[in-house]
């Protein structure tokens, strides 16, 4: 058994959110160490696109000539790990009827899709040369706590003190439960299974490259809601997605989840034609567990980051680098002043109370409310949608200038007022069961 303050800071998972966490806290000069199931710094705990792009007030990013960079979260991406690059997201109805949020080109503003296993090592290297301990190939199985504080945790190779425990294990959500922070959430868990490929796709041409959601259930047998994405990040190149919701663990095989990903791609007439002749080299899938974000993310010597008390998988690659930053932040400040506890670590709770968990929220419960509608729904919806300009508050232009607002609420507000029903719903994340 080890000494209580033989770490000052432990961090379970070497996603972003855990890589960014060690290289922080390391770089403070605090004793850090890491711990990640999979074998090697790269590896993936589930599929990811890699699309990228700053995050307004938060992170910045410049496209230069030697590769993207984001100042405030100090990630410099060469081009070698920049696969390509979106300028739309597209989503079409079961009848064909689609809207689009069209991404600005600007170099102060870059849209990229990246090599996430690249950049993954690459921050791995940065942890290690600031002097954190990176320990791969051993799972966290608890995490230890006595007065109802976090102490450390526990793995098979024994167990291990820490001042503060940085939680990154992504959408498990196992330790952040242990350590109570669902504790006061009624809500119960429901379930995402998402089955993907990485597709050579020869059909795919410079003029389609951007990402395509596809909504309802008419092209497939799944009858629970389910959505699929198709995206092209470059010519010749697919990344193909298909997401079924549960509020059970185990309902759905593999089998049947890889037959539903086969007939998505064969029978949905709104990509197959993308993906004729196209050929997989590499398939993936993951279970995700949904929770609604808990009301606290730190409790005595215990930070909740990334996915791990996110919505639903979606926190994103940036915004999860940049809450791992703060995270280790605030633990190498509380460590410093000898307060670890839940008010010593509260400056960490404010910062994800604020505007980015309110929008990452957002996000995903439009993609939930969306997934529980009905295919006519659908149509509905996204006819209303098509018919509304929506380029001013597209990605990154978060203050549309206001002869555009004016021109939006006359054409726009009189189809939401009919719809509005509809759009609520979208809106409210009714759960996706
Ligand atoms: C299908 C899909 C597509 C996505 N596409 C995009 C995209 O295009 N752009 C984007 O920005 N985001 C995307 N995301 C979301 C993004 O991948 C996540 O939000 C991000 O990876 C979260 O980072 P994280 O560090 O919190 O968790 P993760 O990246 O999940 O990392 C958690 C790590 O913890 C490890 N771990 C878990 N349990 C233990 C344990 N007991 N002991 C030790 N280690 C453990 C896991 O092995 C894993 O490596 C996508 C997600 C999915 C599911």
Not at 1 to 13: Q, S
Not at 105 to 127: C, H, T, Y
Not at 188 to 199: D, N, R, T
Not at 353 to 364: I, M
Request: with cysteine.
């Amino acid at each position: 058994m080890c000494n209580k303050d033989d770490f000052d800071v432990i961090i379970i998972g070497a996603g972003p959110a855990g890589l960014s966490a060690a290289r922080t806290a390391a770089r403070s000069g605090c004793k850090t160490l890491l711990f990640e199931t999979l074998a090697q710094a790269g590896d993936l705990g589930h599929p990811c696109s890699g699309v990228i792009a700053p995050l307004p007030g938060f992170v910045s990013g410049q496209r230069r000539q030697d590769g993207l960079h984001f100042p405030e979260i100090e990630l410099s991406i060469p081009w070698s790990l920049v696969v390509g690059s979106i300028s739309c997201q597209r989503y079409i109805s079961p009848g064909g009827v689609s809207f689009q949020a069209t991404f600005p080109a600007r170099d102060n503003f870059p849209i990229a899709v990246i090599d996430k296993s690249g950049v993954l090592r690459l921050m791995a290297e940065q942890a290690v040369a600031a002097g954190a301990e990176l320990r791969f190939g051993t799972s966290v199985t608890h995490v230890t706590s006595q007065d109802g504080g976090v102490t450390g945790v526990r793995t098979r190779q024994g167990e291990f003190a820490a001042k503060v425990v940085i939680s990154a294990e992504g959408v498990s959500r196992q330790f952040t439960e242990e350590a109570g922070l669902y504790d006061t959430v009624t809500s119960g868990k429901s379930y995402a299974f998402i089955v993907s490929e990485i597709l050579d796709a020869p059909a795919v041409t410079c003029s389609d490259v951007g990402q395509i959601s596809t909504l309802g259930r008419r092209y497939t047998s799944v009858s629970t809601p389910s959505f699929g994405t198709l995206v092209l990040p470059a010519k010749g190149r697919a990344q193909v997605y298909f997401s079924v919701f549960a509020d059970q663990p185990h309902i759905h095989t593999d089998e049947s989840l890889w037959h539903y990903l086969q007939e998505y791609k064969q029978r949905d007439a709104r990509i197959s034609s993308l993906l004729e002749g196209a050929t997989a080299i590499h398939r993936a899938g993951t279970r995700m567990a949904l929770r609604p974000v808990p009301r606290h993310v730190v409790k005595d010597g215990f930070i909740g980051v990334g996915d791990s008390v996110g919505p639903g998988g979606h926190v994103g690659i940036l915004p999860s680098i940049f809450l791992g930053q703060k995270a280790a932040q605030t633990a190498v400040q509380a460590v410093r002043s000898g307060d670890v506890s839940q008010k010593g670590l509260a400056n960490y709770e404010r910062l994800y109370r604020g505007p980015l968990s309110r929008g990452l929220d957002f996000e995903y419960r439009i993609i939930t409310g969306l997934a529980d509608m009905s295919d006519d729904e659908l149509d509905r919806v996204c006819q209303t949608l098509s018919r509304i300009n929506l380029a001013p508050f597209s990605f990154g232009q978060w203050q549309p200038i206001a002869a555009e607002t004016v021109k939006w609420i006359v054409t726009g507000l009189p189809l939401i007022l009919r719809d509005r029903k509809l759009l609520r719903r979208m809106l409210s994340g009714k759960p996706a069961v």
